[in-house]
C-alpha cells in the first residue's frame, strides 16, 4: 500500500506537470497560427513589396506551429499512457435487507464433531444486526465446521459438499425470515456461463457484470467459461454474486484469497460505509483489525 501510494503521488505529479506542457503548447500553437494567418493576410495589401517574401514567412510559422500541435498531441499521448496507471479503483456498493430486530443466529454449542471426531466444544455467543464476528485460530481448529453447522441448519444446498454426517450437540438457534449470502473458501465448484450462475444464482447478469467490473474484470473475461477464470477471478464471482445478493447476514469463509489488494482495499471500504452483518473467517490481520466488531478465536 505504501509503495503503491509512493507511485500514485509521483504519477499524479507527473500527470500535473504534462497538464500544464499541454496548455503551454497549446497556446503556443494557437499564438503561431494567428501570426502565421495575420501574415498571409498582410501580404494582400497594397503597400506590400514583396508579396513571395510575406507568403514564405508565413508559411514558416504555420510550419512552426504544426510542430508544436505535434509535441502538444505527443504530451497527451503521453498523459493517457500515464494516467493508465494510476488506479482508482470503484466504489462497491451493497444493497441489504432491513435489519432484524432479534439475534440472527445464538449459538449454544456444547460441541461440534464429524462423526466420532470431535471437532470444537464449548462455544457460545449471539450475532445481532451490524455486528462483524470474525472467527480466528489455527488450521484445524473448526474455524469452517463453525459455518458449516450454520448453513446445514440453515440451506445445505449453499454447501459443495455432504455435511451429513456434522453433529451438533447443543443449539444454534437461526432467526425466523434470516436471510444468509455465503461465499465458499472453494471456488473449484464454478463452471459454465456468467449467465447460466447468475440464473441459478437468482442475480441479475447485468447487477453481477457490473459488480466484476468495479472490480477489475474486463470485457473479455465474460465471454469465458467459469471454469477458465484464474483463482482470483473465480473468488471474485463469489464475492460479487454475495454482494449483489440482499441478505441480512453475509457468511464469508476465506474471502480474500488470491484477491488483488486493489480489490481487497474496495471490499474493506464498502463493508465500513455500508456496516453489513457479518460471520467471517480470514487470515489477512489487517482486514480482521479493519473490518471485525468481535473477534472469536478457536484453540
Known amino acids: 500500500m505504501q509503495n503503491k501510494a509512493y507511485q500514485d503521488q509521483f504519477?499524479?505529479?507527473?500527470?500535473?506537470?504534462?497538464?500544464?506542457?499541454?496548455?503551454?503548447?497549446?497556446?503556443?500553437?494557437?499564438?503561431?497560427?494567428?501570426?502565421?494567418?495575420?501574415?498571409?493576410?498582410?501580404?494582400?495589401?497594397?503597400?506590400?513589396?514583396?508579396?513571395?517574401?510575406?507568403?514564405?514567412k508565413?508559411?514558416?510559422?504555420?510550419?512552426?506551429?504544426?510542430?508544436?500541435?505535434?509535441?502538444?498531441?505527443?504530451?497527451?499521448e503521453d498523459k493517457k499512457k500515464l494516467l493508465k496507471n494510476?488506479?482508482?479503483?470503484?466504489?462497491?456498493?451493497?444493497?441489504?435487507e432491513p435489519a432484524l430486530s432479534q439475534p440472527y443466529i445464538a449459538f449454544d454449542i456444547e460441541s461440534l464433531a464429524y462423526g466420532e471426531m470431535l471437532v470444537l466444544e464449548d462455544l457460545r455467543f449471539q450475532i445481532e444486526a451490524t455486528q462483524r464476528y470474525a472467527i480466528t485460530g489455527r488450521n484445524g481448529s473448526g474455524k469452517s465446521t463453525l459455518?458449516?453447522?450454520?448453513?446445514?441448519?440453515?440451506?445445505?444446498?449453499?454447501?459443495?459438499?455432504d455435511v451429513s454426517n456434522l453433529m451438533t450437540s447443543g443449539r444454534i438457534k437461526i432467526a425466523r425470515d434470516l436471510v444468509i449470502s455465503y461465499v465458499?473458501?472453494?471456488?473449484?465448484?464454478?463452471?459454465?456461463?456468467?449467465?447460466?450462475?447468475?440464473e441459478a444464482n437468482q442475480i441479475e447478469l447485468h447487477l453481477l457484470r457490473s459488480m466484476l467490473t468495479k472490480l477489475d474484470f474486463s470485457a473479455v473475461l465474460f465471454d469465458k467459461e467459469l471454469q477458465?477464470?484464474?483463482?482470483?477471478?473465480?473468488?471474485?464471482?463469489?464475492?460479487a454474486a454475495s454482494i449483489c445478493q440482499r441478505a441480512h447476514l453475509y457468511i464469508w469463509d476465506e474471502p480474500l484469497n488470491f484477491v488483488d489488494l486493489l480489490s481487497r482495499v474496495?471490499?474493506?471500504?464498502?463493508?465500513?460505509?455500508?456496516?453489513?452483518?457479518m460471520l467471517f473467517i480470514e487470515h489477512d490481520p489487517h482486514f480482521v483489525d479493519r473490518i471485525a466488531t468481535h473477534v472469536i478465536e478457536l484453540d
Open 11 to 56: 504519477e499524479m505529479a507527473e500527470n500535473e506537470k504534462l497538464l500544464k506542457d499541454i496548455k503551454r503548447l497549446g497556446d503556443a500553437a494557437k499564438r503561431t497560427a494567428g501570426w502565421s494567418d495575420q501574415t498571409e493576410k498582410s501580404k494582400f495589401g497594397s503597400d506590400v513589396p514583396d508579396r513571395g517574401f510575406v507568403g514564405h
Open 147 to 161: 459455518l458449516k453447522a450454520v448453513l446445514k441448519q440453515y440451506d445445505p444446498t449453499l454447501l459443495e459438499e
Open 58 to 76: 508565413a508559411a514558416k510559422m504555420m510550419k512552426r506551429a504544426k510542430v508544436i500541435e505535434k509535441r502538444r498531441d505527443k504530451a497527451l
Open 184 to 198: 465458499s473458501q472453494d471456488t473449484s465448484f464454478l463452471e459454465g456461463s456468467f449467465k447460466a450462475y447468475a
Open 228 to 239: 477458465q477464470l484464474s483463482e482470483g477471478q473465480k473468488k471474485k464471482v463469489l464475492l
Open 266 to 277: 474496495q471490499l474493506e471500504d464498502m463493508i465500513i460505509t455500508y456496516e453489513p452483518t
Open 86 to 96: 494510476l488506479e482508482v479503483a470503484e466504489p462497491l456498493e451493497l444493497i441489504q
